[in-house]
């Protein structure tokens, strides 16, 4: 098995250097191969003192600058991969010493730097040489290994590094898989730019010299190519990252060599026009010819590279390495197109495109995205545009965003500079990408769909923004086309998410609020083609959008980006532009207000009245406001007079609050017309119901929609203002009598009514809560709620269901609001404020819930309409909802609770997340009370159950096993922390035990219980009781067990045997179910198995002599007599609890003496240890809260 190479801060050069000269075979071949390299080997030590002194006074100033003091033994220790480490301001000094020493000794230059890859590598080991004389040796080959030596357990990595052999030796670490390149940390974060630099700036300083040598160059791409091609990741990364930046150097030299080349070219030409003989044309063609040798030197290393070391890592199996090719070669395309930009190069970035990591597809984009900016490099693309189009296209769907955007961005290019490749679907594919929910995607294709609509309409788009003052209806097109397109959008598009994504790119247009209301407010007979009215539609919504982003200045909800600070420059922006439109809107807003509204166009009005909560009021003087927001107000007041939809009332609403801000001078003047406008509604109202009582109770039609319109004006306001001054709840509960009286009061009327009582209460109570309110008013508002209570009471069995239903949410409200209001501190009422509903109140609400919330899908409703089922089912969950909030809030009794959570498996689809919670808060609240209320809703079931199948009831039918299920998943509901429930269970198994044994069966003593057969219910709560709870609910359930029935084992008495040898297991995973849905799960063999199994446990049990006995006799048998069959102790466990200590013991002792004393039963001598170190949590008192939980009387 190869091993990732092991990591090292620090390789000591001292034994790099011993190892170099050890006296192997392979050394003894060097010297007396080549007496040339022993000598460079002799010089290179001689050296290495003085060359390490030299890098270390250039590191030692870095160091210092860092807060780092080395002593004097670890300056001999530089090399010049530390160097690389520490940082770049020593880069150019060590790059110019190592040059000096190459021309002075270049193999021991070399062997410094091919150290400097392995230990760059992260290779913690040894680097040995050997020179070889003959290439073609047959031992060379054999010699090229990489190798693990299993007896060492040492890694080896031998090849050929010309002129030498070198061999790599480190410790095999299956536990480091990092290295330099990959650590993080102070010291590593910035490695990789470091020796990128290195070697970028190594080529730059060779580039005249040496690198054309023949011999730097060459040793190192083949030190490069060997390391490449290693099975250890370490080694291919390093070296792969460094041969492509050797590339990119390399191809920077080209491009020096062939602007020289140029020069001298054009040097030569001048040189010979003149027809004497010129030495200096000489020269000059002596030095073109040295430059074409350089080229073609260069251009054999790039080729080496390229086939050596990138054809083989492009496709490697680690994304780092495929992610460095790609990105490199993108480089070289751009730099060196004329070269490296054609379609056998292009291939390997199109292939990539399908690469499984999104790292490596991200690279090849950025790539592409540097080509296609040029529009001279993107005439050299067609073949790949054509290809590999609808791969882009398709990775605009990528599932990570930033490749998807760096996508859109390549497709938005192409656009600009080789439109023609996109076709219309194309185009179409991109356009939806706007209304995605993600912001950085749907930014990328705003930007695209603002050159495909915007860009073309005029040559230049910018030239508009300075002549927008002067024009102010310059944007009309590009506004006319934003609708086309936004109304042609398939799908339920979002205004709100178009105008954000092209709010950075086409601000100038989505601002241009001028040229908005001039389309909207133009003239059918002005003679211009006027805008139909879905044109209309789409662009009061734009409009709108681009209100609220410019005042809120945050994306619409689902795009939001988490808490973004708020730059300066963009809350100045912010600032500026709700100023802007609050200048514009207020005055052109009762235009369009007066114009559509009259018109009925419902869709605009309610976006138009939305308008002023963005507008910013506090900077305007208070002349300047009287005259334009008295126009609006009028207006505003005309709309309440005329319409009656719901949602334009209320947001006439919401503007009367808006402007009415304390803060803001106009709430004086808006406070008049509110007061001005509720007296005209309240006086119609009372008209009206005056009409109506003088006529005894007779409503026509006419009067009866005169009502209703006054009465849902007046109630959407009173929603939100005061309207308490009129006193209209003497006036509706005149008008609710009446209808209970007569019974001839349309239901809307009535459904009014009831809300504009309710909204009066609420104001009254929330008066009263501040503390300003006197006596009288508190007393006459206990009155009042409880009065409208209880003719909300009366409506719950009105023959209308919309009216019941508005009466039992409002009840449910009010019983929630006041049923925790106390009297404030001071007060003087003697009669409670609270209101606490009765227990005939309580049964009459679920009641309600049980005949109009748990009824069969559609019951009553044969239409099938999708949107109508959605809409009742909705309203039926309201219900629910409403009245488990009376149980979370203990409004009601918990135990009334038990009729809610009985439904929770037959209506789990429908209710399931409200049953769950509730039940889950009402735990909470208290845990015994709960299991009370859970055992109560299996009883009721199981009652039910029998009452329907009599006395031979099945339990292997679907309604008990509904049961059962139903018991399980109350038991899941618990958790797994036993102790918290411990009191609860014990709760919920007395009154399960006391409920099964209850009656007598009529046919007689021998026969089982009626009830029997809910203890295979009640077995479903055993894995939830502690082991030792379980024995104390054992010797409470044989204080209902008598001999016979503990003699009886045939298949009606199952039940009693089940639970009591689930009570007995103390093994959780041997609880023995009976659940028909369990036993169908299991495979014929293991149904055998189980089967025989406990055939098995009862014969034991009879052999044990459990039949026939007397009472006396059944006594002395304890339970532990049965556990050595189900849970055999250990042979050390009897001594370990003997070591337990002598008064634990003892107190256990005693309490088990008392509990089955009181039981009937015998004691317990010996408990075993509670499972998984619970029994040290349980406090000596746990055990006695549970025996008194189950000693309480039979009742």
């Known amino acids: 098995m190869i091993a990732e190479p092991e990591l090292s801060n620090k390789v000591s050069l001292q034994k790099e250097n011993e190892s170099h000269s050890e006296p192997d075979n392979d050394l003894e071949n060097q010297r007396r191969g080549s007496a040339g390299s022993l000598s460079s080997w002799k010089r290179r030590r001689r050296s290495q003192s003085e060359k390490s002194r030299r890098r270390a006074s250039v590191c030692s100033h870095q160091d210092r600058r860092n807060g780092h003091c080395q002593r004097d033994d670890d300056i001999e220790a530089v090399t010049l991969f530390e160097v690389v480490r520490m940082g770049k301001s020593a880069m150019q ?264 990591q999104s790292d490596v597809r991200l690279k090849c984009l950025i790539g592409l995205l540097g080509l296609y900016s040029d529009k001279e490099l993107c005439s050299k693309m067609d073949l790949f545009t054509c290809r590999f189009k609808d791969r882009i296209i398709s990775m605009t769907l990528d599932k990570e965003s930033e490749v998807a955007v760096q996508a859109i961005k390549v497709l938005t290019l192409m656009l600009e500079n080789c439109e023609e490749f996109l076709t219309s679907h194309d185009c179409e594919q991109l356009y939806q990408l706007v209304y995605s929910a993600q912001r950085p995607v749907a930014l990328a294709a705003g930007e695209f769909l603002h050159r495909k609509l915007f860009c073309g309409l005029e040559s230049d788009v910018q030239d508009e923004v300075p002549e927008r003052k002067e024009k102010p209806t310059c944007n009309l097109n590009h506004l006319l086309t934003l609708v086309n397109f936004y109304q042609e959008s398939e799908g339920n598009a979002q205004s709100a998410y178009l105008v954000d994504s092209l709010w950075d790119c086409s601000a100038f247009i989505l601002k241009d609020w001028e040229s908005m209301t001039a389309l909207l407010l133009e003239d059918e007979d002005s003679g211009k083609e006027a805008l139909t009215t879905l044109q209309k539609k789409g662009l009061v919504e734009i409009m709108l959008s681009t209100i609220r982003q410019a005042a809120e200045g945050h994306p619409p909800g689902g795009r939001c980006l988490g808490k973004k600070i708020q730059m300066t420059k963009e809350r100045k922006s912010q ?253 003087e009422m003697v009669e409670p404020f609270a209101y606490i509903p009765e227990e005939s109140l309580q049964t009459e609400l679920v009641t309600f819930v049980l005949d109009h919330v748990f009824i069969a899908r559609d019951s009553g409703h044969p239409d099938n309409d999708e949107e109508c089922k959605v809409g009742r089912l909705h309203k039926r969950r ?107 269970m014990a709760m919920l198994h007395k009154n399960g035990i006391e409920f099964a044994f209850k009656d007598e069966n009529p046919k007689g003593k021998g026969q089982p219980p009626p009830n029997m057969a809910f203890l295979d219910i009640l077995s479903e709560f055993s894995p939830k009781l502690l082991k030792t709870d379980k024995r104390t609910v054992f010797n409470y359930l044989e204080r209902f067990v008598t001999d016979q029935m503990a003699a009886e084992n045939g298949e009606e008495w199952l039940p009693l045997i089940l639970y009591r040898r689930s009570l007995l297991d103390c093994r959780d995973d041997d609880t023995v179910s009976t659940n028909s849905s369990d036993q169908s799960a299991l495979s014929p063999v293991q149904a055998q198995f189980k089967s025989s199994s406990l055939k098995r446990r009862l014969q034991t049990e009879d052999s044990n002599g459990h039949v026939g006995l007397n009472e006396e006799q059944h006594a002395k048998i304890s339970p532990r007599s049965l556990m050595p069959q189900l849970t055999p102790m250990g042979p050390g466990e009897d001594e370990k609890q003997r070591v337990h200590g002598t008064k634990e013991h003892s107190l256990e002792t005693v309490r088990m003496q008392s509990l089955s004393s009181e039981y009937g039963t015998t004691t317990m001598e010996n408990t075993d240890k509670l499972e998984d170190g619970v029994a040290t949590k349980l406090a000596e008192g746990d055990l006695d809260d549970v025996n008194e939980i189950l000693d309480i009387d039979n009742d």
């Not at 000059?284 to 073609?296: A, M, P, T, V």
């Not at 008008?735 to 209970?740: E, F, T």
């Not at 299991?931 to 339990?955: M, V, Y």
């Open 93 to 356: 000094s060590v790059v110019n010493d190592w040059i000096e020493e190459y021309k002075q000794d270049r193999d021991t230059a070399l062997l410094d730097l091919i150290i400097f890859f392995i230990q760059c590598s992260g290779c913690k080991g040894m680097v040995t040489a050997e020179v070889f004389q003959n290439m073609h040796s047959p031992d060379i080959r054999r010699k090229m290994t990489e190798e693990f030596d299993e007896e060492t357990g040492l890694q080896y990595k031998k090849f050929m590094v010309y002129p030498w052999i070198l061999n790599v030796t480190w410790p095999l670490d299956l536990d480091s898989g990092d290295y330099p390149l990959t650590m993080s940390g102070p010291y590593w974060k910035k490695f990789k730019s470091n020796f990128c630099e290195f070697l970028s700036v190594l080529i730059q300083h060779c580039q005249y010299t040496i690198i054309h040598d023949e011999y730097l160059m060459d040793t190192v791409i083949s030190l490069l190519t060997g390391l490449s091609d290693s099975q250890v990741r370490a080694f291919r990364h390093t070296s792969t990252l460094a041969a492509m930046k050797f590339m990119t150097a390399l191809i920077n030299v080209t491009l020096s060599l062939r602007v020289q080349l140029q020069n001298s070219q054009r040097q030569c030409e001048v040189e010979m026009f003149d027809k004497r003989p010129n030495r200096r044309l000489e020269t000059f063609l002596q030095k073109k010819k040295e430059i074409i040798e350089k080229q073609e030197n260069i251009e054999n290393l790039m080729n080496a590279i390229f086939k050596g070391i990138f054809l083989h890592r492009y496709r490697d199996a680690l994304p780092e390495i495929r992610a460095i090719c790609i990105e490199e070669i993108g480089i070289w395309m751009k730099s060196c197109s004329d070269r490296f930009l054609t379609d056998s190069y292009l291939k390997y970035v199109g292939w990539t495109l399908h690469d499984k």
């Open 575 to 827: 600032i500026d532009d709700r100023a802007k439109l609050t200048e514009h809107f207020f005055v052109i807003l009762p235009q369009l207000l007066a114009k559509y509204s009259a018109d009925g166009e419902k869709v605009i009005t309610v976006n138009l009245l939305q308008i002023p909560q963005y507008f910013d009021l506090e900077g305007y003087g208070t002349a300047q406001l009287e005259k334009h927001l008295d126009t609006l107000l009028k207006q505003l007041k005309e709309i309440v007079e005329e319409q009656t939809d719901s949602e334009i009332l209320e947001f006439c609403s919401k503007t009367y609050l808006v402007l009415s801000n304390e803060e803001w001078a106009t709430q004086d003047q808006v406070d008049s017309a509110k007061h001005q406008l509720f007296d005209q509604l309240v006086t119609r109202f009372n008209r009206v119901l005056r009409d109506f009582l003088h006529k005894g109770g007779q409503f026509g039609d006419t009067e009866s929609y005169q009502m209703w319109c006054a009465l849902k004006r007046i109630t959407t306001f009173h929603n939100a203002h005061d309207i308490t001054r009129w006193n209209l709840l003497n006036s509706t509960c005149k008008l609710l009598k009446r209808a209970l009286e007569n019974g001839n009061v349309p239901e809307q009327i009535i459904v009014q009514a009831i809300l504009c009582s309710y909204y009066y209460i609420m104001w009254q109570l929330s008066k009263v809560s501040e503390g300003d309110s006197s006596k009288s008013v508190k007393v006459s508002l206990r009155k009042q709620m409880r009065g409208f209570c209880h003719i909300c009471r009366q409506f719950l069995n009105n023959p209308s269901s919309t009216v019941k239903e508005q009466a039992f949410i409002i009840l449910c409200d009010l019983l929630l609001v006041f049923s925790h209001e106390e009297p404030p501190i001071g007060s």
């Open 878 to 984: 309201n219900l629910l909802a409403a009245f488990c909030k009376l149980i979370v809030f203990s409004v009601v009794e918990m135990d009334i609770a038990a009729d809610i959570f009985k439904q929770y498996i037959k209506y789990y689809i429908d209710y399931g997340d409200i049953i769950k919670e509730t039940l889950s808060r009402t735990r909470q609240i208290d845990k015994i009370q709960c299991a009370k209320t859970l055992i109560q809703s299996l009883k009721q079931l199981f009652n039910e159950l029998l009452q329907g199948q009599g006395s031979s009831l099945d339990r292997w039918s679907q309604q008990f096993t509904s049961i059962k299920d139903l018991a399980r998943r109350f038991s899941l509901t618990f958790g797994l922390d036993q102790l918290k429930t411990r009191e609860a």
